[in-house]
């Protein structure tokens, strides 16, 4: 994903907050995604932001847009071993198109 | 229920082969759609299909043709299997509308791998 860029590894510690940081390209998503992928697993809807929106919170989970920097973040709070996999930003395109960015890597230690 | 299903998980296969990979949802979704997954993860879209109907083509080898009988399933067949081939294919499905307004639910993948 050259146009949605992300840091690749996070690791945190069991208990703390984790924020994964995604940047995009599109001026006109009007959808922004957070997908989460256990290992050996397959793509799980986590969340998602209207483009009109500035934050949205979801239990532990919280996104922040900042729509002027195309910048979008995903916090998860208190976060717990079975938050440990790989978490997908993906902005909406034209078109029915779905651009992913690589994947955060998130390894929560104990 | 698995709302998105694929068949099938693992794919082992030798170089020159014809394959395929079957995709059923039961979401009464409109728009079916093929990704590949990279060994980097990087994930990139293949195909999208809406009511049956081919919508979304990217740069992929003829070698790849998907196939639709019906909105319900989406098929991917590979001919002439390269080493390149390896990786996870993802298929996915939504309501039908622009994916700008539309959110897509994944299957579990098919691993492929080609020896």
């Known amino acids: 994903g050259e146009d949605v860029e992300q840091s690749l590894f996070l690791s945190v510690r069991e208990g703390d907050s984790s924020v994964i940081n995604c940047t995009y390209t599109d001026s006109s998503s009007t959808y922004l995604y957070w997908y989460k992928q256990e290992p050996g697993a397959g793509l799980q809807l986590l969340t998602y932001i209207f483009s009109n929106m500035d934050m949205k919170q979801d239990q532990r989970l919280t996104v922040l847009l900042n729509k002027k920097d195309k910048h979008l973040s995903l916090r998860i709070a208190d976060t717990q071993t079975g938050d440990s996999a790989i978490y997908f930003c993906?902005?909406?395109?034209?078109?029915?198109?779905?651009?992913f960015g690589a994947g955060t890597t998130v390894t929560v230690r104990a | 229920d698995t709302a998105v299903s694929q068949t099938p998980k693992y794919l082992v296969t030798q170089m020159g082969n014809d394959k395929s990979i079957k995709c059923e949802q039961n979401?009464?979704?409109?728009?079916m759609y093929w990704y590949k997954q990279d060994s980097k993860k990087f994930l990139k879209i293949m195909f999208s299909y809406n009511n049956k109907e081919l919508i979304i083509n990217e740069t992929v080898p003829n070698r790849f043709s998907p196939k639709s009988p019906d909105k319900a399933h989406l098929n991917l067949h590979i001919n002439s299997l390269e080493l390149g081939d390896s990786a996870v294919y993802f298929c996915?499905?939504?309501?039908?509308?622009?994916?700008?307004?539309?959110?897509?639910?994944f299957g579990p993948g098919t691993r492929l791998t080609v020896l």
């Open positions: 979401l009464g979704h409109d728009t």
């Open positions: 993906a902005e909406s395109r034209d078109d029915y198109k779905l651009s």
């Open positions: 996915a499905s939504s309501q039908g509308g622009t994916a700008s307004t539309d959110t897509q639910y």
